[in-house]
Every structure is written in C-alpha cells, then in structure tokens.
T-cell receptor
C-alpha cells in the first residue's frame, strides 16, 4: 500500500558503472520529481515530469537521464558514476494546480554510495 | 533566484514546551510554501501547505503562518512531545504551479523527556 515506492533502497557500486533507480506512485498523481539530498542534508530538485512530459530540468550532468514511461513511473538512469554522485535520491509526486493539491508525497529514498 | 533559509539549524527543548521554527525566503512572489518532517534515514512527510493567498494553516498541534511581505513562514508545534524529534524542512514554490520547490536546509529538533 506504499504511496510512493523506490527501488532499490540501497545501491553500492564502483566508479564508472551505470545504474538505474526506479520510482512508482499509486496515488493517481500527474507529476513526479527526482531530488538529490547531499551529505549536508540539503535537498535539490533535479527533474520533474507532468503527464510524462519533462517540465523541470535543473543543471545536472547529462550523465543523469530521467524517463517516464507513464504517469505512475519515473526512473533515473545514471551513466559513468562518479564519487560525487553519492547521495540519497528521493522520488516524489503531486498533483499540479489547485488549492492543497500540490502537496508533495515522498518515497523512502535510495541511498547511493559510489566507491 | 529564490533562497530559503532556516534558522536555527538545531534546536533542543524539554517536553511540553512549544516549538517555534523559522523559515525565510528572499523572493516574496511565492506560489505556495510547504512544511515537511524528515525522520533519520526516511523520506519526507508533508505537514502543512500554505497557498500564497493564505495567512496560516492548522492541523492538530501544528500551525504554520505565512507573511509574504517580510519573507517569512513560521511553524508552531504546541506542547512538544519526544515523538516530535525530527528535522523540519520548509520549501517555497515560486512563480506558479509549474515552478519548483526551493528547500531550506532544515532545523533539527530534539525534544527531551
């Protein structure tokens, strides 16, 4: 019954590898997000999709590529992983527009450690 | 560019005392502002969302106010309990519904029994 789920929860990998993180929401929301939380706990938006269309694309390396196969799923693929990519990646979802409809619901996070 | 600041970074209070958490933002043209709670090793849980047209929102022991002219939002937690111990983050969305949330760094709260 988890509203926003992410897999995997933990990811330990070597520099240079390619990895993917998956996110699914069962709330019927039309918008999904990827955030990065660094070691200082600062949370920054990376990407956002509304109805499978990219609406927010922050300045992130093009090694990061999001994909939204449908409104309920948003995946993040990372090529050529670097040490600085180590962080916790959060997926979130919401409904855009309208009072109280923009509350964001977060997944549990994926803890990525690049060695 | 919107900047969101939360001071203090950490706060410790005895059980039963009221908590006052501050959030400042530089651009008063916000669309809405949201308060979250984050427990260690967990995701964020939304507490309250205030639209730009509102002055405050309440939910149980929680009350959040919004003053756009001064660029401030305050989260009040009445009669704190040890279970309130967590990191509290505020996030301001600028421009419009298509904008992005800008997060503060959070205030880590410890409520001692």
């Amino acid at each position: 019954d988890t509203a926003v789920s992410q897999t995997p929860k933990y990811l330990v990998t070597q520099m240079g590898n390619d990895k993917s993180i998956k996110c699914e929401q069962n709330l019927g929301h039309d918008t999904m997000y990827w955030y990065k939380q660094d070691s200082k706990k600062f949370l920054k938006i990376m990407f956002s999709y509304n109805n499978k269309e990219l609406i927010i694309n922050e300045t992130v390396p093009n090694r990061f590529s999001p994909k939204s196969p449908d409104k309920a799923h948003l995946n993040l693929h990372i090529n050529s992983l670097e040490l600085g990519d180590s962080a916790v990646y959060f997926c979130a979802s919401s409904i855009l527009g309208g009072p109280q409809r923009e509350t964001q619901y977060f997944g549990p996070g994926t803890r990525l450690l690049v060695l | 560019k919107q900047e969101v600041t939360q001071i203090p970074a950490a706060l410790s209070v005895p059980e039963g005392e009221n908590l006052v958490l501050n959030c400042s933002f530089t651009d008063s043209a916000i669309y809405n502002l949201q308060w979250f709670r984050q427990d260690p090793g967990k995701g964020l849980t939304s507490l309250l969302l205030i639209q730009s047209s509102q002055r405050e929102q309440t939910s149980g022991r929680l009350n959040a106010s919004l003053d756009k002219s001064s660029g401030r939002s305050t989260l009040y937690i009445a009669a704190s309990q040890p279970g309130d111990s967590a990191t509290y983050l505020c996030a301001a969305k600028t421009t419009d519904s298509w904008g992005k949330f800008q997060f503060g760094a959070g205030t880590q709260v410890v409520v001692t029994p």
